[in-house]
């Protein structure tokens, strides 16, 4: 058997867990999810929908919301318990931290953003390094398995199979464990309410934006196109736009099904964080600039020019 | 306060990597190194503390003998000392450079009150060493910070998510990994470097173990070149990108 975490919000799911269920159904094992928190009970149709046959609910006081060692802990005790070939998770930054707590807790080894998994003895993946330009082969030497999945990797799809049994349990929770929560959160919602990583559509600039109001043009396109605005690292760095639209190895990987990269040269860290949307196009003065070769169509040119012609030409073609 | 902030030297690779023949390693004979980018505003926020607060600022890696280079220079921003795990020069898997830095931290006189990683390494992305730490050490950890503030024995820390900001609290002594966006680095400053050259880096040695996480080989991931369709120059490639968005579904 093996058990996947689902990482999820207040019982809103990271579509991440999603791929990481479809990935895992492919290692030939039955699979069975986890969730953290009461609230995870909401998901067994959605977990049963792609593949798992039972949903472990992690129920504790002390788990109000997202509480990381207290989730190692707790897939600890599923371990002890059911002895699982794999514990699996979506390599984003909370899959990597909760497993890395329950790897910490039984003292084994983990191997993170893996692209291929083998299980064996020893177990054989390949993951990414170097925000994803170079794959590692490697051998796991543990009877578990504790490995985040390259999540992007994957395409999410439906086993069209039936709700997943819930099973509820208590973690047998050390004090500690429940120190490090989230105690409160801010909305930093855009306009449009749309996270980065929600959004079909992305409008990135970068440098070629030259500052905080070229960007008023890139949000009535995003707008218009139903998206949000994200942007590069140099562009957060310079205090231009907030740290939460960065995408990047940095700051937030994304892959909607149109990305707009416009004044964007094409950092190896940026890359990481966009090359899987589906259609990339890029805007950009320079033929030579990197980014070119992840991009499916591009304009050469200023996309101070480019960007408010093509607003106006969608609005046309809208009528 | 007592602060230690953990570094790691990795080469500063440009656009285009190349590896050894081996095909286990990148290959550096033409690379500059550095350190991880979220580690520069690791000691960044040290040297902020320190001047706030008082008291010390201690850096500690585990590498080469080489990386008292990197060492060096991030004495020049501040800091006050630095202890250097020298390794053989190969790779260690997570475990054993926990393990590692655990001992040195433990045969410190100085408590720290508060250790600072940066989220990630820029070349092995393992997303761990910090959390076996905390366990040894038996400490709380806040991972990925982007606001950091200390006060009355308490970190307290802003994590930024798809959804927004998440507010976290550690009583010290506690552990943190930050992000890049934390603070802006400063430029170590001409005094800086002269000081830094008269500073303590403590050797020490340390045995490698057996990896669990055993690397086997690297290679370049597949580097697809899509082909981009050059749809035109300028604002005359407008409507030919309004089809397209029109194919795929996008108007």
Not at chain 1, 11 to 36: N, Q, Y
Not at chain 1, 176 to 181: F, L, M, R
Not at chain 1, 261 to 285: D, F, P, R, W
Not at chain 2, 126 to 144: F, K
């Amino acid at each position: 058997m093996i058990l996947v975490l689902i990482d999820h919000d207040q019982s809103e799911i990271d579509p991440l867990s999603l791929r990481a269920l479809t990935a895992a159904r492919k290692l030939g094992h039955e699979i069975e999810a986890v969730a953290i928190g009461s609230d995870g009970a909401q998901l067994a149709a959605i977990v049963g929908e792609y593949g798992a046959t039972k949903l472990h609910v992690a129920a504790h006081d002390a788990i109000t919301d997202y509480t990381p060692m207290a989730s190692g802990r707790a897939l600890k005790d599923l371990v002890d318990k059911f002895k699982p070939v794999a514990v699996l998770a979506a390599g984003s930054p909370r899959g990597n931290e909760q497993l890395a707590h329950l790897a910490a807790f039984l003292d084994i080894p983990m191997a993170a953003e893996c692209s291929e998994i083998t299980l064996g003895s020893p177990h054989h993946v390949l993951r990414a390094r170097w925000a994803g330009n170079l794959i590692e082969s490697a051998h796991v030497h543990s009877e578990l398995l504790v490995a985040t999945l390259l999540s992007f990797s994957v395409e999410a799809e439906s086993a069209n199979s039936g709700v997943a049994i819930v099973l509820t349990f208590e973690p047998a929770l050390e004090p500690a464990d429940s120190i490090v929560k989230v105690l409160s959160r801010d909305s930093g919602q855009s306009k449009a309410g749309l996270t980065l990583s929600d959004a079909k559509v992305i409008v990135s600039g970068g440098r070629g934006v030259g500052g905080p109001d070229g960007f008023g043009n890139l949000e009535e396109l995003a707008d218009l196109l139903g998206g949000t605005v994200g942007c590069s690292r140099v562009v957060t760095s310079s205090g231009w736009r907030p740290h939460a639209e960065q995408v990047g190895q940095t700051g937030t990987k994304v892959a909607p099904d149109l990305y707009i990269a416009a004044g964007i040269s094409g950092a190896m860290q940026h890359i990481a964080g966009m090359k899987n949307s589906k259609t990339i196009v890029v805007i950009n003065t320079d033929p030579e600039a990197p980014i070119l070769r992840y991009a499916d169509y591009a304009i050469i040119g200023d996309l101070h020019q480019v960007i408010p012609a093509l607003t106006s030409a969608i609005r046309q073609a809208k009528g | 306060m007592d602060i230690l902030v953990c570094l790691k030297r990795v080469p500063l690779a440009g656009g285009t990597l190349i590896l050894t023949p081996d095909s286990r390693d990148i290959e550096t004979k033409h690379l500059g190194f550095g350190i991880s980018p979220h580690e520069e505003n690791a000691v960044e926020a040290g040297v902020q503390l320190v001047e706030q607060m008082g008291g010390t600022l201690t850096l500690l890696t585990l590498g080469p003998s080489d990386a008292e280079e990197q060492l060096r220079s991030q004495l020049a921003i501040g800091a006050t000392r630095a202890v250097l795990i020298e390794t053989d020069g190969q790779e260690w898997d997570p475990q054993g450079t926990a393990a590692a830095l655990v001992d040195a931290i433990n045969s410190e006189e100085t408590k720290f009150d508060l250790i600072i990683f940066g989220a990630e390494s820029a070349d092995s992305a393992g997303y761990q060493i910090h959390i076996r730490v905390a366990h040894a050490l038996n400490r709380p950890i806040v991972t990925n910070v982007k606001a950091m503030k200390v006060e009355n024995g308490v970190v307290s820390c802003e994590r930024v998510v798809a959804t927004g900001r998440e507010h976290y609290e550690a009583p010290m002594p506690a552990i943190v990994t930050v992000r890049d966006g934390l603070n802006i680095p400063r430029y170590p400053s001409v005094p800086g470097r002269m000081q830094a050259r008269k500073k303590i880096v403590d050797m020490k040695k340390a045995e490698p173990r057996v990896p669990k996480l055993e690397k086997v080989t690297l290679a370049l991931a597949p580097s697809k070149d899509k082909g981009a369709e050059i749809l035109g120059k300028g604002v005359d490639a407008v409507p030919a990108l309004v089809e397209v968005l029109k194919q795929i579904g996008a108007l």
